[in-house]
């Protein structure tokens, strides 16, 4: 069955240390997409992207947070520097492109970020 | 502003029992309302999911949900929990393919 992987699973770093996720939503999906889930939260959106075209970062914080799906197929989400808040589980989700509205998203297992 | 709504941060169900775990939904238009699972350090599983039709939805592991326009709802429920149902479950909602989710609700299941 295909899944979204993710990686890392795990990421320590120090406060103002860049850290940078990747993400390989599965085969054929045109949407991606990257959350933010804090602990006892849902997950809230940070990016969307449509083949490589970002058409929603509106709730990303561009100050920090840098993402990009280059070629239309994977992605990396970046943080540079990274702050004390932004200790969370990072999801990473894709879905197909058969219905542009409507479908489910299929999620990785996420990287729980840790900021010290 | 749309939103979605889960007024119980933990269920408890004794194993056998049936299960409800509900969400309320602000959505403009149309909604397309899902339920997804998580377990401990995992991603969201999709259970299933509304945009049309008939109003009681089926989905994976025996879960279903009533979507209810009157009440802006979408409860989800199984007629027997299993310990195995223990979970976090997140309802999340849109009149797009943005999905804004709810806190979660915990569901504990004893044996």
């Known amino acids: 069955e295909a899944e979204v992987a993710q990686s890392p699973r795990y990421k320590i770093t120090e406060k103002s240390q860049a850290v940078a996720f990747w993400c390989d939503p599965i085969?054929?999906?045109?949407?991606l997409y990257w959350y933010r889930q804090i602990l006892g939260q849902g997950p809230e959106l940070l990016v969307q992207?449509?083949?490589?075209?970002?058409?929603?970062d509106s709730q990303l914080p561009k100050d920090r947070f840098s993402a990009e799906r280059l070629k239309g197929v994977d992605s990396t989400l970046k943080i540079q520097p990274a702050e004390l808040g932004d200790s969370a589980m990072y999801l990473c989700?894709?879905?197909?492109?058969?219905?542009?509205?409507?479908?489910?998203?299929?999620f990785g297992p996420g990287t729980r970020l840790t900021v010290l | 502003a749309q939103s979605v709504a889960q007024p119980e941060d933990q269920v408890n169900v004794a194993e056998g029992n049936p299960l409800t775990v509900k969400c309320t939904y602000s959505?403009?238009?149309?909604?397309?309302l899902f339920w997804y699972v998580q377990y401990p350090n995992r991603g969201l599983q999709f259970l299933l999911k509304?945009?049309?039709?008939?109003?009681l939805v089926k989905g994976s592991y025996g879960f279903e949900a009533e979507f209810n326009k009157s009440q802006t709802s979408f409860h989800l429920k199984k007629p027997s929990a299993l310990v195995s149902d223990s979970a976090l479950y997140f309802c999340?909602?849109?009149?797009?393919?943005?999905?804004?989710f709810g806190t979660g609700t915990l569901l504990a299941v004893q044996p």
């Open positions: 989700a894709s879905s197909s492109r058969d219905r542009v509205e409507g479908n489910e998203q299929f």
């Open positions: 509304y945009i049309t039709g008939d109003n």
């Open positions: 959505v403009s238009g149309n909604p397309y």
């Open positions: 085969s054929g999906h045109a949407t």
């Open positions: 999340a909602g849109g009149a797009t393919n943005k999905l804004i």
């Open positions: 992207f449509q083949d490589e075209s970002v058409v929603d």
